[in-house]
């Protein structure tokens, strides 16, 4: 799924209130039948909702495998730090060479699939990517999309969190649209592009070109 509108639309408010982080004024979060938004962000995190933050977040000083490690340090993920590093490293086989390395030296492409790699490793139900492809040129956004593509082939549900609309229109099932905190646009992305003027009436800063 696609969540994507223009800058202060809402998009990344709406994931720090799944995550735990804010309260919600109205409304729940549920996951299946279980409601979460009274949850903390640490029981989130053990629930399986991980977010992977815009800008990275890493620890530039320490290494490619520790931050890694840190994706793991929940309790209920602990005991699968090996395996899910392994599958970290199937996905990421650059970050296999490279596990030793401190992470501030990497390049930014590098640098996003440590920050996705972390989130792996706490074994995600969902996984949340707030604005992944920030920052990167545009080779290395078509090989975060790939990899998205292939995390999603591995049964992991997927949250993307964009303003390009080029960006996501070829990789989401779903794709909803905000603008000011509203929802004024969901469907499919075919039905999304076949409806773009009136989108880009509602939210004109919105990035539909190459479409």
Avoid: C, W
């Amino acid at each position: 799924v696609a969540l994507v509108g223009a800058n202060g639309a809402g998009k990344t408010t709406t994931i720090k209130t799944i995550s735990g982080l804010l309260r919600p004024a109205a409304g729940s979060v549920l996951l299946g039948d279980q409601r979460l938004d009274r949850s903390t962000p640490a029981t989130m995190v053990e629930l399986g909702v991980i977010q992977v933050p815009e800008g990275r977040r890493l620890f530039p000083q320490m290494t490619v495998r520790d931050n890694l490690l840190l994706g793991g340090y929940a309790p209920a993920a602990r005991n699968q730090r090996p395996q899910r590093m392994n599958e970290v490293f199937d996905i990421f086989p650059m970050l296999r060479d490279r596990q030793g390395q401190i992470a501030g030296t990497l390049s930014g492409g590098e640098q996003q699939m440590v920050a996705i790699g972390r989130g792996l490793m706490a074994g995600p139900k969902i996984l949340m990517l707030d604005e992944v492809n920030a920052g990167l040129n545009a080779s290395e956004i078509d090989g975060a999309l790939r990899l998205i593509r292939q995390i999603a082939e591995r049964g992991v549900t997927i949250l993307v969190i964009e303003h390009l609309m080029k960006v996501v229109l070829s990789l989401a099932e779903r794709v909803l649209v905000l603008h000011h905190g509203q929802l004024i646009a969901e469907g499919s992305a075919a039905e999304i592009v076949r409806d773009k003027r009136r989108a880009l009436r509602r939210t004109p800063a919105l990035s539909f070109h190459e479409v």
